[in-house]
């Protein structure tokens, strides 16, 4: 694991184009697609924001993961994207990230992280869990 470079933003689009294919058919999935544009050909553009860090997994050079981090004004790390590969899950990417995540967090004096977890989505609910962040507000919604 280790800090996204600008060289990085290729690979990232493909794992962002394979974490956005799979939520087309989760709960919640279609609204949190809508809600979070793609970021596509900008990732050279965050990539050199200063209050974002992008983590990015890799096993033996080969990209398996990333994690979106971005620090508000109010002080508030909150985890905007997080996938690991289904083949590379299970042997502790994502918390080998989420460390880093907690880390980066401390480290520019935040007093809160948060993240997002689609509904049914356990093993990102269990990641946030392991690192002791926990819901604090369910939101519920329906098409009218």
């Not at 609204?31 to 983590?55: F, K, S």
Request: proline fraction near 3%.
């Amino acid at each position: 694991m280790r800090v996204a470079r600008g060289d990085d933003a290729s690979e990232l689009v493909l794992l962002e184009q394979e974490a956005r294919a799979a939520l087309v058919d989760t709960r919640g999935g279609s609204r949190w697609l809508e809600e979070h544009p793609v970021v596509g050909d900008r990732w050279q553009t965050l990539l050199t924001r200063p209050d974002v860090t992008v983590l990015l997994a890799e096993l033996d050079d080969v990209p398996t993961g990333f994690m979106v981090l971005v620090v508000g004004d109010d002080r508030i790390a909150r985890i905007d994207q997080v996938w690991v590969t289904p083949q590379a899950r299970g042997v502790g990417y994502g918390d080998t990230m989420m460390g880093a995540a907690l880390d980066t967090a401390r480290s520019r004096s935040c007093v809160r992280i948060e993240g997002e977890a689609l509904p049914g989505d356990r093993e990102t609910k269990n990641l946030y869990e392991r690192a002791g962040i926990t819901a604090r507000l369910i939101v519920v919604s329906a098409l009218l």
